[in-house]
């Protein structure tokens, strides 16, 4: 999917079009001659023409405004699930802001579209509508000079905020892009939400159309989220038929192969690189002291950012289940046997884009353009978990301001110099869509 339309594309690979500056721009050149990304133009050079760098003005100067949007549209709660009210207003600003077929789909995902003289490649920019905070929620946010502080605030409408002084930035100087880009306001990125938003995006709403991912989180702007933490969640429930305590003695008991699984599960012996993690999280069942339960269930969290070791980590897992199930039944063989259900409540996928993908080069080479800094890589949970698992190039870049104190009611984001997020993002954005 990713190269299917790259000689209908027409444009001659860039290391035809340009000179070779420097031995990076010579190995970022390698890059973008591969697929879609021959569109691709050096954020330095991008950075240069006067419409861009009118733009980066329009964001700098509008800046005072999106801080107040951002405050706005956080005082709309937008519980885990419950996203709706949120979504309608965005909606609202996607249509003002000029995006053209602004629609929202069946997992509630807003977007709108900025399409291109191509219609590929197509870049999806995104920031997440949902919070981890349950309804009834106090979410006014307070300010004291550049620091905000409410429920949401960075994570994730500071996302939200560098998402519209993008298409303002954009709009307000009619910049042109060779291949095409939708932003997306998406729910269900956090924990319960199970990235149900990018999940329903990449296998139904624009299905194999997604050639480029970037979504904005909260964080430094010098963040470059290229590793996805794959986690497997599950509910492990066994089941047996229960009885008196005394007068049903013999019976193979599910808390006893609960604690036989659970021990098996911690004799795993785990990788520190790449990172494999396990957990016990929560643990119920029984009726009374003096009953032979007839359930007894834990839930169980495994993750790591190698899909590999991850579902290496998997087969263990449920192999460790089995034996105890196996061993509490062997035990008390005589009579009615357990059984167990593994059902998986959460399934966040592992995924990667390599340091040397285009994306992850204009990424880097943005942050340095605009003075930023220097890109730091690492492994995050975020919505570009999913197109990462799809192969598909995907980055988490920061929304600007310095936040702290994510999924707390304390949460705070300092604005100062924020501009730079959304300055940030829509340098990549040009660059891979020139
Ligand atoms: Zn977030």
Redesign the pocket.
């Known amino acids: 999917m990713l190269f299917a339309s790259v000689s209908a594309a027409g444009y001659a690979p860039i290391a035809t079009r340009r000179a070779i500056t420097s031995s990076s721009s010579l190995a970022l050149m390698a890059l973008l001659t591969i697929g879609h990304m021959s569109y691709a133009q050096e954020p330095a050079q991008v950075l240069a023409k006067p419409a861009v760098q009118q733009a980066m003005q329009v964001i700098k100067s509008s800046e005072p405004h999106f801080i107040d949007e951002q405050i706005r549209i956080c005082e709309i709660a937008a519980p885990p699930f419950h996203e709706d009210k949120r979504a309608e207003e965005l909606a609202k600003l996607f249509k003002a802001a000029g995006l053209e077929n602004v629609r929202i789909d069946k997992a509630g995902n807003v977007l709108g579209d900025r399409p291109g003289a191509e219609a590929h490649p197509h870049l999806v920019m995104a920031a997440?509508l949902d919070t981890v905070f349950p309804e009834g929620t106090d979410v006014h946010v307070t300010r004291t000079g550049n620091l905000l502080k409410g429920p949401g605030i960075g994570?994730?409408c500071r996302g939200l905020a560098a998402l519209l002084a993008v298409i303002h930035g954009m709009n307000e100087t009619k910049l042109k892009t060779k291949g095409s880009v939708t932003f997306v306001a998406d729910t269900g990125?956090?924990g319960q939400g199970d990235l149900r938003g990018t999940k329903e995006l990449f296998n139904t709403t624009l299905k194999g159309e997604i050639d480029e991912f970037i979504s904005i989180?909260p964080g430094g702007v010098d963040d470059v989220t290229n590793g996805g933490v794959g986690s497997y969640r599950y509910k492990v429930t066994f089941t047996g038929p229960g009885g008196h305590s005394y007068g049903a003695f013999g019976l193979a008991n599910p808390i006893g192969a609960l604690g036989r699984a659970v021990a098996h599960i911690d004799a795993i012996q785990v990788p520190t690189s790449p990172k494999v993690t396990f957990n016990e999280g929560t643990v119920g069942g029984g009726t009374s002291v003096n009953s032979i339960p007839f359930e007894a269930w834990f839930e169980f969290d495994e993750r790591s950012p190698d899909i590999k070791a991850l579902d290496e980590m998997d087969a263990k897992f449920k192999a460790a289940v089995q034996q105890g199930l196996d061993d509490e039944n062997a035990r008390w063989h005589d009579k009615g046997k357990l059984s167990v259900k593994i059902e998986p409540i959460g399934i966040r996928p592992a995924g990667h884009t390599e340091e040397s993908a285009a994306i992850v080069q204009i990424a880097t080479q943005s942050i340095s353009a605009l003075g930023i800094g220097k890109a730091r890589y690492g492994a995050g949970s975020?919505d570009s978990n999913v197109p990462m698992h799809l192969g598909i190039p995907a980055i988490t870049i920061g929304g600007g301001g310095k936040d702290a104190g994510a999924h707390s009611l304390n949460e705070t984001i300092d604005v100062t110099d924020s501009y730079k997020g959304p300055q940030n993002a829509l340098l990549i954005l040009l660059s891979l869509l020139q």
Do not use: G
Request: aromatic content about 0%; charged content about 70%.
């Open positions: 997440h994570d994730d990125e956090e989180e975020s």
